[in-house]
């Protein structure tokens, strides 16, 4: 894993980094103004359409993140997603340190399109080859 505190370049936004956004953190706003592109992957809002669901506020959840998908690039998975999933997950289980699916998708668009990964999970730093932002 290559770890940056760079905010210029190409960023792909884990759940957790898009949850401070809605919550209002102005330092990552700040960050995320000064990327060049920034992406979130159709599991990321799969995870949030599941969380608003099951929320105490399930309609204005759901309204926010609709305008959010509408306003954001998001970047769905095809067969080089697939292909990348399966060596990411072959390498944690060869090294016994699993990380949950829908983080290895996450993982495999980043790779695939090598993107930068911003998130404050640190399991991804057990994938090799994955460029990760900890803002």
Known sequence: MERSTRVSGRFLLDTNIVIALFGGEAALQDDLGQAEEVFVPAIVLG??????????????????????????????????TAKEFGVVKNELRRRGRPIPDNDLWIAAIARQCQLTLVTRDTHFEEIDGLKVAVW
């Open 47 to 80: 995870e949030l359409y599941f969380g608003a669901r099951k929320s105490g506020r399930v309609e204005e959840n759901l309204a926010r993140i609709d305008e959010f998908a509408l306003i954001s690039p998001v970047l769905a998975c095809d067969a080089g």
